[in-house]
């Protein structure tokens, strides 16, 4: 079962809850692998603390143009639709890092000037956490495309895991479609607060438009107001869980502790939410 835990905005919670499920998963038994797929802010090493066994170099492939051959007519600009090439009278200019790495260009090329090539975006690292098997992307600082590193860590999620954990990007963009796509479920995390509402109605939106299916856990629940509660009730959205505003929660997060280990009920919590997204998938 492939699991995203996403939300609207940063700062819900997303991260904590998708490492507390990973520990109880893999705590009862459950071959689990925590993918962390925010690749420009990746913190769930932060909880998890794991062990690297290997990093290797995250690729895109990128065009180049053979300026013997380029005959500057156009056409790869022409095709491409996210600006990544200029074709100017004497020259073709290629934006790498607005390339999509589509091959159109490639494709469109009527004199066969443009071959593609690798480029190094980030870095993906595999390890372990206990018996939790824990990979992330770093994407490289300044790259503007983080979906082709997204790509990669989805990529080499362990084929033999029964519970994968997605920890998705925040908001609503590339990096969180690319994401969520091709999940057995989603997880949105929100908060009972206006910005928590008003990011949540677009979460939903996204999620519904990639056709998953999903359900909503609020933290600091008991904060703001009973709006987001009363949205989930009129749009039929499952509510699988809340997760109090609780001092001590917060001085375990600060020291990176896992609050299924630190806190007193949310152990009970989390194996509650952890059971309902098992009974989803059966």
Known sequence: MIVAIASG????????VAVNLAYLAARS?????????DV??????????????EQQ?????VPTVDPERCTYCGACARVCRFGAIASLPKQTVIFSELCHACGGCRLACPVDAIREVPRTIGILRRGHSGEIRFLEGVLNVGEAMSPPAIRAVKAAAPKDAELILLDAPPGTSCPAVETVRGCDY???????TPFGLNDLVLAVEMV???????GVVVNRADVGNGR???YCAGQRIPMLGEIPDDRAAAEAYSRG?????????????????LARLVERKA
């Open 40 to 53: 420009e802010e990746p913190d769930g090493h932060v909880f998890l603390r794991p062990e690297i066994e």
């Open 9 to 16: 905005k940063g700062g819900t919670g997303k991260t904590t």
């Open 186 to 192: 989603v997880v949105l995390v929100t908060e009972p």
């Open 208 to 214: 519904r438009a990639l056709r998953r299916p999903f």
């Open 57 to 61: 170099p995250i690729e895109k492939l």
């Open 257 to 273: 502790q896992m609050l299924v280990e630190a806190v007193d009920g949310f152990a009970e919590r989390f194996g509650s939410l």
């Open 29 to 37: 038994g459950r071959a689990t692998a925590y993918l962390d797929c």
């Open 228 to 230: 987001v509660r009363e």
